[in-house]
């Protein structure tokens, strides 16, 4: 599969950018003038040297969109250029693209957000059944939610869909902690730190993307830590990274916050800029898991640190005036 990569190193292939014009395309259809914020934008496939690239992609929308031209597909990708408002929808076309390339698991994830909050979700899971367990090449499966009315499961192709609840389990020693592959993602001595204080036995489960919320929903697992990565303290969390996957762990019974314990805030940007981090549990273990993250450190950014993206050397005057 033809990728390319963007500033932040992670690879973009012909799904991902394929993915966004066909959502962007089908979303315009049934709700005219929708606001759509998402991942990728057309800029770099218009660069004459990614001319086989952006062939590639029209070529695999046109399987959906018979007569797609180029001209029409750069544009549905760029609809997802929009600026969050007080209601919009925010796609990741493929939510873990280095699963994708690996042939393992990734997700199409999009939401709609109203007031800075997530109240209809969906994550399509190609590599994952509905009973949650990991079925590469077989049938796929949707997760989706709708706020106050609970999160639900079926198969791709359609059929009954059965309702998620995350696992009853309160006790900290008996969590299963849901990991991504990437280490650079995250701060693993501090991951094995959390897992010696909470007293957690069982071998992290690893995967890819937003799938790990799936898989918290449906009771295969308890907790998510998203932490900042030591090489990385900057680093800002981005709103289609996590808005359907909170909602849905949160419509099936769990908790999500960022590593303070604030409330995740889609209403600031393209970017959670209010918050720091991600901490996604089935409830009970909530509490356990951010006391667990004051013990090592890892609850808040580090000094001299502002989100935004920028390292701040100022004195604690100044400091307080950029907040």
């Known amino acids: 599969m033809p990728a390319l990569s963007k500033q932040d190193r992670s690879p973009v292939t012909v799904a991902d950018f394929a993915s966004q014009a ?7 259809e049934v709700f005219p003038g929708a606001i759509l914020v998402g991942e990728e934008g057309s800029a770099a496939l218009k660069e004459p040297e990614q001319a086989a690239l952006l062939e590639a992609v029209v070529r695999y929308v046109g399987e959906q969109v018979c007569g797609a ?41 999009l939401a709609l957000v109203e007031h800075g909050r997530p109240v209809v979700a969906a994550l399509g899971c190609p590599n994952l059944n509905r009973d949650g367990e990991p079925d590469v090449g077989g049938s796929g499966s949707v997760a989706f939610a709708v706020h106050g ?3 639900w499961i079926m198969d791709l192709e359609g059929g009954a869909s059965r309702r998620m609840h995350t696992s009853d389990c309160s006790r900290p020693a008996d969590c299963r902690m849901l990991r991504s592959f990437e280490s ?10 959390l897992k010696r204080e909470m007293g957690i036995q069982a071998e992290p489960v690893l995967m890819d993307s937003q799938a790990k919320y799936v898989l918290l929903a449906i009771g ?34 769990g908790r999500v916050t960022d590593v303070g314990g604030k409330r995740l805030d889609f209403s600031r ?34 000094e001299g640190i502002l989100s935004g993206g920028r390292n701040c050397a100022v004195s604690q005057a100044a400091k307080r005036c950029c907040q």
Request: glycine letters at 12%; one cysteine or more; a negative charge.
């Open 184 to 193: 650079g993602h995250t701060d693993p001595a501090r991951l094995e730190g």
């Open 69 to 109: 031209t180029a001209a029409q597909v750069c544009t549905w990708i760029d609809y997802g250029d929009a600026d969050p408002e007080e209601r919009y929808w925010t796609l990741d076309p493929i939510d873990g693209t280095k699963g994708f390339l690996r042939g393992d698991q990734y997700v199409v994830a």
């Open 269 to 302: 940007g393209r970017m959670l800029h209010g918050n720091v981090g991600v901490l996604a549990t089935n409830g009970p273990l909530h509490a356990q898991a951010l006391q667990a993250l004051k013990a090592v450190g890892a609850h808040q950014r580090p």
């Open 149 to 151: 009315e609970g999160a």
């Open 220 to 253: 295969h697992g308890e907790v998510i830590f998203r932490i900042l990565s030591p090489e990385q303290p900057d680093y800002v969390e981005r709103i289609w990274d996590h808005a359907a996957g909170s909602l849905i762990v949160e419509e099936a019974g």
């Open 22 to 28: 066909l959502v962007a395309q089908r979303l315009q």
